[in-house]
């Protein structure tokens, strides 16, 4: 592997290329033990600095505080109340301009690794309305510039906020530097929801369930913000925590491992599964560190909340700083690093600097309980009802149990996509072709492939395309991930089926009137707590659903990532209703 090369396997690619799919996957798979997607070092150089940058960014704003001081004052400064402040609401400005998750190659964003912010700022470009059949307003798919009024005012916000001063009394903790006022917060308060009404896509990328939530704890006086804050934390590790409790995640934690650039012994990365080279489910010592990581998420956090200090607290907060750090250095694909970085810095912040601030320091009990409660309902209903709420407000963070779909497109579709379609990027192959050869950009392409087959539900996405797209699946489609193809039409991806489902296959064929047979779609839902199967969907482009039934958990489990197909439970079809229902794209099939 060079500097700009990715790491392949060395194989005879005529051959190779001659055998079935799910043969050139298994070659993939078995690669992907021992090196992971093969990352090429310039790639991660490129994450590091942009971690660096988005430190040096905050520290920026941060200075420019009056009464803060320069760099130089780190030390007596960095603790300031309003130090936290500034580092939600930059938080929240990096993600809305597309700079964090979903984030460059990692993400096959390649040409160019990053634009969500230039895209949503362009009108004509696609949106997706969370509930266009009940909220006024907000009919249709094409952005106009009242949607980039709205995305630039959130923009604008933001920016105020974290320039705004410490005007407000520090309510009981100390400091030198006051507390941001409300009047400067509740502007990008209301514009963020409001935007979010109009599309989806930007408000989830605010990542609004973490850093949206935060800035209305901004709001508090200030113990209750801290004290607030610590509960907001620690319901979002255990709101994590619970949706790990489930059998996919093992899945999750091999994979991410087995990619991790600080793991290059290839027997430890080995161990990761079942049994090298032939059966590739996640080992014993997947699963040990995977319900490990649960049980740390669950316990010690809550640690964090009733010690005061000393001892305990100092080695809680080591072991979650180490937590987080582990899937910081991971680098896992979607690359969430800064919001590890940014729950690090809260660990020391709230947990450490501000040990003696419990629960029992909040004033004014009822704004604190109301917002905590709907974090919590949020956080059960999600889990509850995944095809209904996105897995971000849910905290199903990790969990290896999302919405997912493969997209199978005909050249013609690819056609009709580039030629009609205003997008952020151009499809993976065409970003590739322009780094590598050929050979290279087919081996990184079934890199992608083999990364969702070793997922659980990769089983079920990847066993289902012989139904969906007939015999020639193998020679007149190329599959490619749901998830880029929002990235492409949406500027932006995060892991969240919920937008590249029925919604997004609609708002495409408004625009490129795919004939039948040149798009087709799998989309397989989350699997909701308490049951054993997961919902799928077979879709073509031009005249909708075809198949819809259940795949059971347990054949998932079963299954090795190359097994070319996956049975079926199809319920018998129901009468034929009297009326044409309204289109995906006019209902709205996921919460903002």
Known sequence: MGFMQPDLPDLDYPSWRAQTRSQRVRTMVVHWADKGFGTPDAVYLLYILKIAGYIAAAIFFVVLTPGVGGLAGIGRWWAEPIVFEKFVLWNLLFEVLGLGCGFGPLTLRFLPPLGSFLYWLRPGTIRLPPWPATMPGTRGTTRTMLDVVLYAGVLAAAVSALLAPGSRGLGGLPGQVGLISPARLWPLIILLPLLGLRDKAIFLAARPEVYGTLVLVLLLPGTDMIATAKLFLLLLWWGAATSKLNRHFPFVVSVMMANNPLWRVKALKRRLFESYPDDMRPSG????????????????????????????????????????????????????????????????????????????????????????????????????????????????????????????????????????????????????????????????????????????????????????????????????????????????????????????????????????????????????????????????????????????????????????????????????????????????????
């Open 285 to 592: 010592l997947s699963r040990a560190l995977a319900h490990g990581g649960t049980v740390v998420e669950f316990t010690v956090p809550l640690l964090l909340v009733l010690s005061r200090g000393g001892i305990v607290t100092a080695v809680a907060a080591t072991i979650m700083v180490l937590f987080h750090l582990n899937i910081l250095t991971s680098i896992p694909l979607g690359v969430p690093l800064e919001w590890n970085v940014f729950m690090i810095f809260g660990v020391l912040f709230l947990f450490v600097h501000y040990a003696s601030v419990g629960p029992m320091a909040i004033s004014h009990p009822l704004p604190a309980a109301a917002l905590l409660a709907l974090v919590v309902g949020l956080i059960i209903a999600g889990n509850l009802f995944p095809e209904r709420i996105s897995f971000l407000p849910a905290m199903r963070y990790y969990a290896g149990n999302w919405d997912t779909s493969v997209w199978c497109l005909t050249e013609a579709a690819v056609a009709k996509i580039e030629a009609r379609v205003k997008k952020a990027s151009a499809l993976p192959a065409a970003q590739l072709a322009r780094l590598y050869d050929e050979r290279t950009t087919d081996l990184l392409l079934h890199k992608g492939i083999a990364f969702r087959a070793m997922h659980s539900h990769g089983r079920a996405l990847y066993g289902l395309v012989p139904r969906l797209c007939g015999p020639s699946h193998e020679t007149a489609y190329a599959p490619t991930e749901g998830e880029v193809i929002a990235g492409m039409a949406l500027g932006w991806n995060f892991g969240d089926g919920h937008l590249h489902n029925a919604q997004l296959i609609s708002a495409l064929q408004e625009r490129c009137r795919f004939d039948e047979g040149e798009l087709r779609v799998v989309v397989v839902h989350a699997q909701p707590m308490l049951r054993q199967r997961q919902h799928y969907q077979l879709i073509d482009a031009a005249t909708g659903v075809f198949e819809e039934g259940h795949v059971a958990v347990a054949d998932m489990l079963a299954r090795q990532p190359w097994t070319p197909d996956i049975p079926v439970t199809v319920p018998a079809p129901a009468p034929a209703a009297p009326a044409a229902a309204a289109t995906a794209a006019e209902q709205g099939l996921a919460e903002p």
